[in-house]
């Protein structure tokens, strides 16, 4: 193994305190995610690229530090900086002789796993016959789903999203509180990253105090579909979220893209076009046939489409368009919904969004197209439902959700919360319509409760859909 990149990768070997430079140019922002990951067993954590899974892995360290373990047992390793399978194995078998007589639990962070061709082979192998806890995270969702087979029994599987709304207001409030953080024998001062989010939050009504206040309210939320009364009680602060998911709508859940907001700068959609048209691509599809059917995905985007309608407008076959979708959504992409009336009826049509509103707005910037601003916010509200149902491979969220038509007018969303019960909800990003036949109106701004169909401002109702696991 080389000893000189695996110390320069692991400078918390000489302890947090000797390594506390590292750690403050991970801290180095206005906006901090505080997801963290737990080291109890051996995870797969999968997501697409910028969405700050290496983040999250670094500043994980130091909460393993708290919980006993000796920070020379907790070993990083960049994996798209090895030169393949055999440098990986061996790097990691001689670490195993190294510190197999070192007392204490034992942690291997591998980053970016699913750069290496065959990577399965060497996780297994980590966690059948090392010392380690591994945990591992990979940009290739759909790599990873395919390789899963190796992993029951052996490794849990996660999936890393852009951040939900409930995270994004969650992370907002708690960086606001965080003027230093406190790391084991290291205490990193964010004076003026915080001061300048302390600017911005003042500017949206939003003061230290309110701020702690809010992110209690936020940790006692019970979530769930139909919790209304939790969403319903937030009532109060409606002006605070609202102005939280107006920048939500142009940021989604990507954290460079919320610094960005809060620094007044350009946001970067060029590094996330790059990074999802080439994960997109390292998947073998041809970025020629890609730039021709995500222009079409866009202008489509909230109405019902066949993939033949899209085959005929960019000149292929609708096995094509179908492989395409397919590959995109289990990229974390997109999120494909069909109508639905207790089952799934995949040949009625098809309604296609994409799984984060940055997502949409960079291709759009990327392509020179509009996005209707009720069909994003029409998709975000799918994409929190599918995260909320759904399974960690994605799968039996489709066979539970997805648009239907009563009495000849379309409803949004259909979701099963029981063996015999519907929800059914209808997106109003705008002009409100009089519906009787749903349960649930998402409004801009309209809150009534006292019959159905009950009318919450979609801010509010995102609230109560967190599913994060991490």
């Not at 019970?222 to 107006?246: H, I, P, R, T, W």
């Amino acid at each position: 193994m080389k000893v000189r990149d695996l110390a320069k990768w692991n400078p918390w070997w000489k302890g947090i305190g000797e390594s506390c430079e590292h750690f403050r140019r991970r801290y180095n922002y206005s906006f901090l995610s505080f997801r963290s990951f737990q080291a109890k067993e051996n995870v797969i954590i999968r997501g697409p690229r910028q969405v700050g899974k290496t983040e999250t892995m670094i500043r994980s360290i130091p909460n393993f530090v708290k919980a006993g373990i000796p920070p020379e047992n907790i070993t990083y390793i960049s994996c798209d900086r090895l030169g393949g399978l055999n440098e990986l194995r061996n790097t990691v078998r001689e670490l195993d002789s190294v510190m197999k007589f070192q007392e204490g639990e034992k942690v291997l962070l591998l980053d970016e796993i699913t750069s290496i061709k065959n990577w399965e082979l060497a996780m297994k192998e980590f966690c059948e016959a090392t010392s380690f806890k591994v945990l591992a995270t990979g940009s290739r969702p759909k790599e990873l789903e395919k390789k899963a087979e190796y992993f029951p029994g052996r490794a849990e599987i996660i999936n890393f999203y852009p951040l939900s709304f409930h995270e994004f207001c969650s992370f907002f409030f708690h960086s606001m509180l965080k003027g230093s953080i406190s790391l084991p024998g290291c205490k990193i001062e964010r004076k003026e990253k915080w001061e300048k989010l302390v600017r911005f939050a003042e500017k949206l009504g939003i003061s230290l105090t309110l701020a702690s206040k809010l992110l209690d309210e936020l940790r006692a939320i019970k979530v769930g579909l139909s919790n209304l009364k939790e969403a319903v009680n937030l009532y109060k602060y409606f002006e605070v979220f609202d102005s939280l998911f107006q920048i939500y709508l142009k940021s989604g859940g990507y954290p460079a893209a919320i610094e960005a907001v809060i620094n007044g700068s350009e946001l970067p959609t060029n590094l996330i076009v790059k990074d999802t048209l080439g994960t997109v691509e390292k998947e073998g599809l041809s970025l020629d046939t890609l730039n021709l059917i995500l222009p079409e995905l866009l202008e489509t985007m909230g109405s019902r489409v066949e993939y033949m309608s899209i085959a005929r407008k960019v000149d292929t076959d609708a096995s094509t368009v179908m492989r395409y979708i397919n590959t995109l959504e289990r990229s974390f992409m997109l999120r494909e919904i069909y109508y639905f009336d207790t089952r799934v009826h995949s040949k009625k049509g098809k309604k296609i969004f994409f799984s984060d509103p940055f997502i949409a707005n960079a291709l759009a910037n990327y392509y020179g197209r509009d996005v209707d601003e009720t069909h994003v916010v029409e998709g975000i509200v799918v994409e929190h439902v599918a995260r909320f149902i759904e399974d960690p491979f994605r799968r039996l969220w489709k066979q539970n959700m997805g648009y239907g038509i009563i009495r000849g007018k379309e409803v949004d969303v259909i979701v099963r919360v029981s063996k015999s019960k519907l929800l059914k909800i209808e997106v109003k990003y705008g002009k409100l319509e009089e519906r009787k036949d749903v349960d649930i109106i998402l409004s801009k701004d309209e809150l009534s409760i006292s019959q159905k169909p009950f009318k919450i401002p979609v801010p509010l109702y995102l609230l109560i859909l967190d599913s994060s696991k991490l």
